[in-house]
């Protein structure tokens, strides 16, 4: 009989592809292998923090592994350490609510609790495990940037829908002969930007590990054309800065800056300098949304019956990690703080260099 009998899930930070494969995971491994209970807590740390959960049962999960997003709501706003409230003339106030969660996961009967999540939420949930509460995380970003862990999941199908957006955009760039400039997701990551731009064969790489000019991406765009080729598509991380250093951002809720508006700077400039017809599209949330790829199912259930089978054994502060292609756990000190950056002189970056993709350096 295991000493853990009622195990919590809950989805912290933005959603992405295989959250829905994890609950599932985690679900159906803690009651058929390990005869446990689980309870889904809603809406993220916001569901802990207002007693916010339902019991899920096999039915609950039944027909989820292919379905985008989380059947329990995920938000990037609430942590319990720092929970925000707004008072009725609008002042915003910050508190410590982390007393009133870890009280709710009692009252839930809660022995240990997975929590899937990017650095943000992993940051809290190292924090809930330093105050004694059993924790095991699952590394989910479509950025790709979290320590320890080879990958994460989201991160697949996410690069599976730009590196669509690269085909398409070749074959519209080569009819118009035409500058195509893509912007893709990944905050201070250039992970999506150079697997999409490896697996589209994109011809010029920006990510934000790597400075680079608009002289050497003009030189990149002129060299194509001495070789017949009058298109040029560009990758552009959206966390790339600009080449004099500035962090190109668009306004987000209550006046917070989020990276993004990159594409349209970099297009206009080597529109001008390259005297070429350009035109941005920007990816966007598509890459948070719809079905996750069969590799991201697969890790997404590898991960989740981890966390399982990791909670029943009593472990906590751990992540689930894929390290050479092994399931691994690693301590969530290794994991947060920060971001886990391209390496600028890495394998990935040569392999593209290799078949002559540019990065403006
Ligand atoms: O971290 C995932 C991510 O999609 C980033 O790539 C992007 O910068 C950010 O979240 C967008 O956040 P939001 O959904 O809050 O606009």
Request: net charge negative; proline share 4%; charged share 20%.
């Amino acid at each position: 009989m295991a000493s853990v009998r009622r195990i919590g899930i809950l989805t912290g930070g933005g959603d992405c592809p295989g959250l829905n494969a994890v609950i599932r995971a985690v679900t159906k491994s803690a009651i058929f292998e390990h005869g446990l209970e689980v309870v889904g807590i809603n809406e993220g740390f916001g569901g802990l923090i207002e007693n916010n959960w339902r019991l899920l049962g096999d039915e609950d999960v039944s027909g989820i592994l292919p379905r985008g997003g989380t059947i329990l709501g995920a938000n990037n706003r609430d942590n319990p350490f720092m929970f925000r409230t707004i008072s009725a003339e609008g002042a915003v106030t910050y508190e410590d609510n982390s007393g009133a969660a870890i009280a709710n996961l009692e009252g839930m009967g809660v022995e240990a609790l997975v929590v899937a999540g990017g650095d943000g939420t992993l940051s809290i949930a190292r924090k809930l495990h330093e105050k004694g509460v059993p924790v095991v995380g699952l590394p989910k970003t479509i950025d790709n940037d979290l320590h320890g862990t080879d990958v994460s999941f989201g991160f697949d199908s996410a690069l599976h829908t730009a590196t669509d957006a690269v085909d398409k955009l070749h074959t519209t760039a080569a009819s118009h002969h035409r500058g195509m400039v893509l912007e893709v997701m990944g905050r201070n990551a250039g992970w999506i930007a150079l697997c999409a731009g490896i697996a589209g064969g994109g011809d010029i790489i920006l990510i934000p590990e790597i400075p680079y000019t608009f002289e050497k991406v003009v030189r990149s765009i002129e060299e194509r054309r001495s070789r017949g080729k009058r298109f040029s598509i560009v990758v552009v991380a959206e966390g790339a800065p600009l080449p004099s250093g500035e962090k190109v951002h668009r306004a987000g809720p209550g006046g917070e800056k989020v990276p993004g508006g990159v594409g349209e700077r970099v297009a206009e400039a080597i529109g001008e300098m390259a005297d070429m017809d350009t035109r941005v599209t920007v990816l966007g949330h598509l890459q948070r949304g719809g079905s996750p790829s069969p590799f991201d199912r697969i890790l997404a259930t590898a991960f989740g019956t981890a966390a399982v089978d990791l909670a029943v054994a009593g472990r906590s502060g751990v992540m689930v990690a894929l390290r050479n292609m092994r399931i691994d756990a690693v301590p969530l000190e290794e994991v947060v703080p920060g971001q886990r950056k391209v390496p600028a002189d890495g394998e990935l970056v040569s392999f593209a260099r290799s078949v002559g993709a540019s990065f403006g350096d």
